[in-house]
């Protein structure tokens, strides 16, 4: 039995927690939703655009942004704009200053914001979903991604990830996840299946967070692996696939592999809520 999320999405509020957006894809994505999905309106923050350094704006910036996203009652969901890393920085104060109405939104976004979604979750604050951000458009089939999230959010269930069970589940990158154990934004996964994904690491680099991640996590339903994509060549073969990676280490720390899942840094990304809520939406 899965719950519903009883309000309907409406209202959209986007942000970038972590790097900034190229303003052209914020307007393909803005006029890919008018034209085909005119019941959602979405609202794209001035700071998704703002650049200071590596990160789309200061700490300071990018939190104010996301609170005001968050802590607005006639916002229905926040859509984090882009991962790369930096929503780790804003984390804990945000927990500190987030409001009431953020406990009625949907959370969406993955990679480095897996950081935020799993703060959420361990708070018990609004939805946390896995899923395509706005930044996907860029990529090949991106108008693919980015409609699966807006039929999601219309109501339309069919872009979840095919093997969702009747359990509890979360996607991360494993890279995030990695760095999130151990913290206070760590949630409780005892009985969970848990997704995992990898972009642009060294096969040597998958099997040592897998080394890490394994020891902290032995309690969980068990493991999905999702795609490992842009594997750098390294200056000699490691010997093992990523799927082979994840299977011995989930051997060795008694964790069950469960097979594959459609989540990652591509097109194809399927969309993951995390628990068992956000699953079916009532449009």
């Known amino acids: 039995m899965t719950a519903d999320v009883h309000r309907p999405i409406r209202k959209v509020a986007i942000c970038a927690p972590a790097t900034p957006l190229n303003r052209h894809y914020a307007e393909q994505v803005t006029d890919l939703a008018a034209a085909e999905f005119p019941g959602i309106e979405l609202q794209f923050h001035e700071q998704c655009f703002v650049e200071k350094g590596h990160f789309a704006g200061s ?3 990018r939190l104010a942004a996301l609170l005001e996203c968050a802590n607005d009652p006639d916002i229905d969901a926040v859509w984090f704009a882009k991962g790369g890393y930096g929503s780790n920085r804003i984390a804990a104060r ?3 200053q987030v409001g009431d109405p953020a406990r009625s939104k949907l959370f969406l976004g993955y990679s480095d914001c897996g950081t935020l979604l799993g703060a959420l979750y361990r ?10 951000m706005p930044v996907d458009i860029k990529r090949e089939g991106g108008d693919v991604a980015i409609r699966r999230v807006l039929a999601y959010l ?3 269930s069919d872009g979840l990830e095919p093997s969702l069970p009747d359990r509890p589940v979360v996607a991360f990158n494993l890279y995030t996840l990695a760095m999130l154990v151990g913290t206070p934004f760590m949630p409780d996964l005892t009985g969970h299946e848990v997704y995992l994904e990898e972009v642009g690491e060294y096969e040597y680099a998958v099997d040592r967070l897998l080394f890490h991640v394994t020891a902290q996590i032995g309690n969980i339903a068990g493991i999905r ?3 490992v994509t842009a594997v750098p ?3 000699r073969p490691f010997g093992a696939s990523a ?3 994840v299977q011995d280490w989930c051997r060795r720390s008694g964790i069950s592999y469960l097979g594959r899942a459609e989540v990652g840094h591509s097109s194809a990304n399927k969309i993951v809520p995390f628990g068992l809520e956000g699953r079916t939406l009532r449009a």
């Not at 708070?123 to 395509?132: D, F, L, R």
């Open 94 to 96: 945000f927990l500190e």
């Open 59 to 61: 700490d300071e910036t």
């Open 154 to 156: 219309s109501g339309n």
């Open 233 to 235: 060549e390294n200056d």
């Open 123 to 132: 708070a018990g604050i609004g939805t946390p979903v896995h899923a395509p």
């Open 225 to 227: 692996l999702g795609e």
């Open 243 to 245: 799927e082979e990676i």
